[in-house]
């Protein structure tokens, strides 16, 4: 909003020479208004199925307590598989959102970028 506000402020001034700069501040007001919209939508990408699989496990380990008053071997056999896959659908899961992390900076990486270069023929 402060690009924006600068850049229409600007915009008074109708001299030839400021018109490159005035294009580059509401460029820039752009961009920063589309990496906003681009941290509202990310997590859904990454932190949402993150917050899913642990609902998922959060169920599983509930259930825990009530079958585990005897312990058997069944029961151990049981939490030793539980945890092997646990440790598979986390290391994925992370992998995931690390690599949507990833993803997502270079796009913002990229959008600064872009407007960086608009100051270059202001």
Do not use: W
């Not at 294009?23 to 752009?30: C, E, P, R």
């Amino acid at each position: 909003m402060a690009f924006k506000g600068l850049g229409q402020a600007f915009e008074i001034d109708q001299q030839p020479f400021s018109g490159g700069l005035n294009l580059a501040m509401s460029f820039t007001a752009d961009a920063y208004d589309a990496i906003g919209e681009m941290f509202a939508e990310q997590p859904r990408q990454d932190l949402d199925p993150i917050m899913d699989l642990l609902a998922v496990y959060q169920g599983h380990l509930a259930n825990f307590p009530e079958r585990c008053n005897v312990i058997s071997y069944a029961t151990l056999a049981e939490i030793q598989h539980f945890h092997k896959i646990r440790v598979r659908d986390f290391k994925s899961q992370m992998q995931h959102y690390l690599q949507q992390q990833i993803t997502f900076f270079q796009k913002v990486t990229l959008k600064l970028e872009e407007a960086l270069q608009k100051y270059d023929t202001a």
